[in-house]
């Protein structure tokens, strides 16, 4: 089993979308997928709320389709009548669900106790960079906090890499963010970019993933590409 973090603290550079996505995807490349909502904002609950869930029901757990599943961890904690999130009480949490061999935990825009616990508990987090001028700002910070956990609470933790999020190829602007995000963090950063695309947006509105609500959509294709990659397939 592998537990990858989704994790940035700067807020809106498509770390839900990416946790959504990235598990639907590898969920269709036959893993068994358990997928943490660690945010108490619970955007990652919203964004499958359509899913297999015809009610709309707020469920502790349930399947989002075959090989997927999603645990709300507030719903867990709000049931146990805990207000402060602990690894403990995570482990309590999945515990039941651990026959599957991939765990990604979509992470708050925090350092706090959430977000510090996604990284105490993960083997690896993924970092999404937002495609825009101040992309690298508060990168330094992110990776002086995960330097942090690996030398305190986690050894095991690595930065699985960085990806480029909401990229558009045609804004000269976002040519040269990307170029510098390359330059900076080299081959820790994803060949797989995600293009900005209105569906991923559309998509989470209407409570699917982007594969079920328009799978030849670029966006549905690149979270494929990343799963692939994530897997470690040649490009
Ligand atoms: N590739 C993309 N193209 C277009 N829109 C996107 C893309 N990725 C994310 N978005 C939109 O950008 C907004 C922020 O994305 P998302 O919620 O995934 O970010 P987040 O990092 O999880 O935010 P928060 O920090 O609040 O948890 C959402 O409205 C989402 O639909
Ligand atoms: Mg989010």
């Known amino acids: 089993m592998r537990i990858t973090s ?4 700067k807020g809106g550079v498509g770390k ?16 068994k997928v358990l997928l943490v909502d660690l945010d108490p904002q619970g955007n990652a609950t919203l964004a499958l ?3 297999e869930n015809p009610q709309g029901r707020e469920e502790e757990c349930r399947e989002v389709c075959p090989g997927l599943r999603l645990l ?3 719903l867990f904690l709000r049931r146990k009548g805990h207000r402060t999130p602990t690894f403990s009480l995570l482990q309590e949490a999945w515990e039941p669900y651990l ?3 991939r765990v990604i935990l979509d992470c708050p825009p925090r350092i706090d106790a959430w977000g510090l616990l996604g990284l105490e508990a993960s083997d690896s ?3 999404p960079v937002q495609s825009e001028f101040f992309a690298m700002q508060g990168l330094a910070q992110m990776l002086q906090v995960v330097e942090g956990v690996r030398s305190t609470r986690n050894p095991k933790l690595n930065v699985e890499g960085f990806l480029l999020t909401m990229v558009d190829w045609r804004e000269p ?8 995000v390359r330059g900076h963090l080299k081959e820790k950063v994803f060949w797989t970019e995600i293009p900005r695309d209105l569906k991923l947006a559309e998509a989470t509105s209407h409570g699917l993933p982007a594969w079920d609500y328009d799978p030849a959509s670029p966006g549905a294709l690149a979270y494929l590409q990343l799963a692939r990659e994530v897997d470690g397939d040649e490009p």
């Open 16 to 31: 839900t979308t990416t946790a959504v996505n990235l598990s639907r995807a590898l969920a269709l490349r036959a893993h």
């Open 99 to 101: 026959e599957a061999d």
């Open 6 to 9: 989704i994790a940035n603290q």
């Open 125 to 127: 987090v993924l970092i």
């Open 72 to 74: 709300s961890f507030p």
């Open 173 to 180: 602007l976002h040519r040269d963010v990307v170029e510098e």
């Open 49 to 51: 709320q359509k899913t």
